[in-house]
């Protein structure tokens, strides 16, 4: 598989993938907030939203030229995320199962960075550093 075709189709997963969710944090803000330890479930919905809008950005962003600019923002992103997925945990805000939700939701937002990183350099021609003399 060409390294273009490869990055479309790990930004159109992401999209997908982080849609889904914030569909389902859209539909139901309060039940899980509640089950996090979100006290207010529009916190819950507008994180919902945020995902919504980024889903959009990157199955938009799949194709043509715009690929590789759409791959660099969404590992810049999810980087962001699971800088702030540390952060969240490490201030004690949520339940036992919340920590575990983001931790879960951290480790499929870490596979789509590398991923997309992994995709980016192969469409610029680059190879990874491992085994290089």
Do not use: H, Q
């Not at 060409?2 to 859209?26: H, K, P």
């Not at 996090?36 to 939203?49: D, F």
């Not at 969240?88 to 199962?97: D, F, K």
Request: proline fraction near 3%.
């Amino acid at each position: 598989m060409n390294g273009e075709r490869f990055l479309g189709r790990v930004l159109v997963a992401d999209g997908v993938v982080s849609g889904l969710c914030g569909l389902g944090l859209l539909v139901a803000p309060g039940p899980i907030g509640a089950l996090i330890g979100v006290g207010s479930p529009a916190i819950v919905a507008a994180v919902g939203l945020s995902l919504l809008g980024y889903a959009a950005m990157l199955v938009t962003g799949a194709r043509g030229s715009g690929a590789r600019r759409t791959a660099a923002i969404a590992v810049a992103l999810n980087v962001a995320w699971l800088v702030g997925t540390a952060a969240v945990i490490l201030s004690g805000a949520l339940t036992r199962e919340g920590n575990w939700a983001l931790i879960l939701v951290g480790d499929v937002v870490l596979v789509f960075a590398l991923l997309e990183g992994v995709a980016w350099r192969k469409t610029a021609g680059l190879t990874p550093a491992v085994g290089r003399s």
